[in-house]
Nanobody
């Protein structure tokens, strides 16, 4: 069965950095685009970044452009989200997702990122 397991969240001070990881299993990883999403308390889940199956194409939500980088390692079945210059408004639960036809179809359980001094 499809499994996505996120890790790497935690508490970080404003201006700090974190790298999230997502380990995928149960499907042919290199056949699928992947994405990272986040959901802050009281807000809808939003797409943060997406990456194509080969990793050649990426896209980002406007507020994270220049600060976040999505990448993948198809040999290790992993997708990553490097986050820099973190701000309190980046506080959320971050989810990894598999994408089919431009939309997520499987989700991980999420990892909490808290940006606070």
């Amino acid at each position: 069965q499809v499994q996505l397991v996120e890790s790497g969240g935690g508490l970080v001070q404003p201006g700090g950095s974190l790298t999230l990881s997502c380990a995928a299993s149960g499907f042919t990883f290199s056949d699928y685009s992947m994405s990272w999403h986040r959901q802050a308390p009281g807000k809808v889940r939003e797409l943060v970044a997406a990456i194509s199956d080969t990793g050649s194409r990426t896209s980002y939500e406007d507020s994270v452009k220049g600060r976040f980088t999505i990448s993948r390692d198809n040999a290790k079945h992993m997708v990553f989200l490097q986050m820099h210059s973190l701000q309190p408004q980046d506080t959320a639960v971050y989810y990894c997702a598999r994408r089919v036809l431009g939309a997520p179809d499987y989700w991980g359980q999420g990892t909490q990122v808290t940006v606070s001094s």
